[in-house]
């Protein structure tokens, strides 16, 4: 069992347009990346739960050539109307620092 | 085979570089030098109002080195998205520097103006023809949304560019664009593919970003028929391949599909292989075109005015009950300002409170409060500068004056840091539009002026 904040070397959000947020996880090596592939645990259904969102409004995509897992998914408020809490929607990350991968 | 270098100077025009860096890139012949001038990521208002999120003082600088670098060596120097949001009064502002600088420093050279801005009938027409789609979640675009916009801007692609420096201009300044479309024009012009062409973009738009350590700076890509190469030009930083592939994670929604106007840049098979330990080569990109060449507009419209106050508690008791205590605030706010004529539905009032959900509003996932004292930002929106100040008064007493169950601190609630307390801050604007047209030609919504400097 593994923490996201202890094994990844990169857990970070932000904008992807006004609209979107994106989330990305990066680990440090090809066999770490396809170890935390392996588990499942990184998949649309997470960030759904996570983030309160629909899962089929959660675009998921593991990205090898990075060693990285990438989603994107609507913004609570678009960035910099009434109610938003960040504008560059850069500290979103936070609970994906908890998730607990069986790796 | 032919080659063609493309020099970045940073992320955003005016966030400053080493001149050094420059002159490292400027030595290696480079057939360009150009910089992404804007982004939409510090939200509505810097379109809306049609000031630049850098300030005017680092814009000069970055502008000024880079200028006297392109005319010293005889090559174009090409800024995209001038002045942050790429309207008019941002791109004149960049224009005016220019002018300015060039008349300071003795250069001469012939200098293009893309403009952005959009006609709203232009717009009402192609949505009349049926030539306008929605992107992601978006309804529709209608004539409605069109007329409240305060401002419209499309996103040209690398094409405007291209016309300009074929008719010559040495200087190209250019409104709202995609970002890799400055540099992607230089490559493509030169016979080179779109596929290298608009991934050498998408590396550039960033400056040294691809590199580590992350900080701004320059960077060179060269691009061939085949891939392209990218290294920084400051020794104290490196690209390797996994820096390289994880810039295609940056504010997007997909690394591997990047929407592009005219087409697709498919990056799912790219090799990133090391050069030396400083430099990269990436292959295998592919470019998709599209069925119909498209244009990306944003707009903004103008929602009301701002006024915020900031304090904090530092009374536990008050901590313990501050869900009922905020809720008992804005219902004497809500009494209040009716009493003084301004209705609930003439004003937003959003109490932050940070410490507690500051941060993520409804999706903070932790409940408690573990902090001994608590951060407050009240913020006032209404529909004109008065009604906002006047409702966030009435807020800021409430916030002091409201009494709670078990309350000692019957002189306060809060700490104010500052007199005055309230802060006007301003016209509040919202991003209306991601939606494309279709046009006939990919330069026809991007006029070019060219001058003489």
């Known amino acids: 069992m593994a923490l996201i904040r202890d094994i990844a070397a990169v857990c ?7 609209f979107d947020l994106t989330i990305d996880v990066v680990f440090d090596n090809d066999d770490l990346f396809e170890r935390v592939r392996a588990t499942g645990v990184l998949c649309p259904a997470l960030f759904a739960r996570l983030y309160d969102v629909a899962e089929a409004d959660v675009l998921f995509t593991p990205y090898p050539a990075g060693r990285a897992f990438k989603a994107t998914f609507p913004r609570l408020v678009p960035a910099g109307d009434i109610g938003d809490t960040d504008v560059y929607g850069c500290q979103q990350h936070a609970p994906m620092l908890d998730v607990d991968i069986p790796v | 085979m032919p080659e063609i270098r493309l020099l970045s100077t940073s992320g955003i025009l005016g966030y400053g570089f080493p001149e050094e860096s420059l002159n490292a890139g400027l030595a290696r012949k480079p057939h360009m030098v150009g910089c992404d001038g804007g982004s939409s990521d ?7 109002s049609g000031k630049p999120f850098a300030s005017p003082m680092a814009i000069r600088r970055d502008l000024r080195l880079m200028l006297k670098g392109a005319i010293e060596h005889g090559i174009p120097m090409v800024v995209g998205t001038c002045g942050g949001a790429g309207g008019a009064p941002h791109l004149e502002l960049v224009a005016a520097m220019v002018r300015d600088i060039a008349a300071e420093e003795g250069l001469h050279f012939r200098m293009a103006l893309i403009h952005a801005e ?23 675009l209608d004539a409605d949304t069109v007329d409240r916009a305060d401002r419209i801007v499309g996103m040209m692609g690398p094409e405007p560019y291209m016309r300009a420096l074929d008719e010559g201009a040495q200087v190209v300044l250019g409104g709202r664009s995609s970002d890799p479309a400055p540099f992607a024009a230089v490559a493509m012009r030169a016979q080179l593919p779109p596929a290298p062409s608009w991934y050498a973009g998408k590396m550039l738009e960033c400056g040294a970003t691809p590199s580590i350590p992350k900080g701004h700076d320059c960077l060179l890509v060269t691009v061939r028929d085949d891939g392209v190469e990218c290294e920084p030009t400051n020794p104290i930083r490196r690209c390797t391949p996994v820096s390289v592939a994880n810039h295609s994670l940056h504010e997007n929604s997909s690394p591997i599909h990047h929407y592009e106007p005219g087409g697709m840049l498919d990056t799912s098979d790219c090799r990133f292989d090391a050069l030396t330990d400083r430099a990269v080569k990436v292959s295998g990109m592919r470019w998709e075109k599209a069925d119909a060449y498209s244009v990306k507009l944003e707009a903004v419209e103008k929602i009301g005015y701002r006024a915020i106050s900031i304090c904090g508690t530092r009374d536990p008791l008050l901590i313990s009950t501050l869900a009922p205590f905020l809720q008992s605030v804005k219902a004497n706010v809500r009494a209040k300002a009716q009493d003084f004529g301004v209705a609930p539905e003439e004003y937003t009032l959003t109490i932050r409170s940070y410490g507690h959900d500051g941060v993520m509003a409804e999706r903070e996932p932790v409940h408690d409060i573990a902090g001994h004292e608590l951060g407050f930002l009240i913020d006032v929106v209404a529909q004109d500068p008065d009604r906002a100040a006047a409702v966030l008064a009435m807020a800021r007493t409430n916030m002091l004056h409201t ?10 609630n809060m700490a104010f840091p500052f007199s005055p307390s309230d802060i006007p801050a301003g016209p509040v604007f919202r991003f209306t539009m991601s939606h494309v047209v279709l046009p006939d030609d990919p330069c026809e919504m991007f006029p070019i002026t060219y001058e003489t400097i």
Do not use: V
């Not at chain 2, 510090?42 to 809306?48: A, D, E, M, R, S």
């Not at chain 2, 009494?403 to 306060?412: A, H, I, M, T």
């Open chain 1, 12 to 18: 970070k959000s932000k904008n992807a347009g006004p």
């Open chain 2, 42 to 48: 510090p939200g509505p208002y810097y379109l809306g």
């Open chain 2, 118 to 140: 959009q006609d709203k009938s232009l717009i009402k027409r192609r949505i009349a023809e049926g030539r306008s789609r929605p992107l992601g979640r978006m309804k529709p």
């Open chain 2, 403 to 412: 009494d709670f169950p078990g309350r000692l601190c019957r002189e306060g």
